[in-house]
């Protein structure tokens, strides 16, 4: 069980890290038709409205509260809150941001399953992404129960030393994860099979809605004539266009 410990949590990261940076350049660069969400809404609207709306705004909150929140120095944290309160906010904020985003997932699902036309139209793959996605989203909120058990923020300060030594290439880090209950890690572990899986499924066109960002930042673009458009072509008695140009 150790030599799996280690591997789970201590190599393990790494590979699946490569693959979803790696994997996501060469199907930008190979299979850019297949990059795309594969809407549903074209089909039947209804459910999709309520079901994506909520699911999207959940996920993009407890992604960025992940990212930010464990990712942070330690040192600035502590600069804009006490780890006790660093906790809290996590539990209470990324409690309602993966409710809303569960609730959201559930409505997806239970469309893609009743509705004929979508069934008939959703691939198995797709099924098996949105099964990860709804159980990843139920064993975060599972860890809001354990976690209020350990107020004192030193749990909390476990689990951002762990996935700060990943960033960092600590040695041993695997070791951090030694005693925590069983709900984080299976919420790691699954958490780090997404990122795997990412560049091979329809999860990939997040990079675009990134990218959307970075567009309003773009510089004006440029539009210059060339000289053949420049010059005036003659015109002809009655204002005809030249025949050349019909």
């Known amino acids: 069980m150790s030599a799996l410990h280690g591997f789970l949590f201590g190599i393990y990261p790494y590979i699946a890290l490569a693959v979803f940076f790696i994997g996501s350049l060469i199907r930008f660069d190979r299979d850019q038709y297949t990059w795309k969400s594969d809407s549903s809404q074209l089909l039947r609207g209804g459910e999709l409205r309520w079901g994506s709306n909520l699911f999207h705004f959940g996920v993009l909150v407890v992604f960025f509260g992940h990212l930010f929140g464990f990712l ?30 569960l609730a959201g997932l559930t409505l997806l699902i239970h469309r893609r399953l009743v509705d004929p036309r979508i069934h008939a139209n959703t691939r198995p793959w797709d099924m098996g992404v949105l099964s990860v996605l709804w159980i990843q989203l139920v064993l975060g909120l599972w860890t809001i129960y354990f976690s209020t058990q350990h107020l004192d923020g030193a749990m909390f300060l476990q689990l951002v030393a762990y996935v700060q030594g990943i960033v960092s290439f600590r040695a041993g880090n695997a070791d951090l994860l030694n005693g925590v209950p069983w709900v984080y890690q299976a919420h790691i572990a699954l958490g780090l099979t997404i990122f795997l899986i990412f560049p091979f499924t329809r ?21 210059r004539k060339r000289a053949g458009d420049a010059r005036k072509l003659p015109r002809v008695a009655g204002g005809d266009i030249p025949s050349r140009q019909r």
């Open 72 to 101: 942070i120095p330690e040192s600035i944290a502590d600069l804009m809150m006490t780890p006790t309160e660093h906790a809290l906010l996590a539990m209470i904020g990324g409690g309602i941001a993966g409710v809303a985003a």
């Open 203 to 223: 999860l990939a066109h997040i990079w675009s809605g990134f990218a959307t960002v970075a567009y309003l930042f773009r510089p004006p673009q440029l539009v």
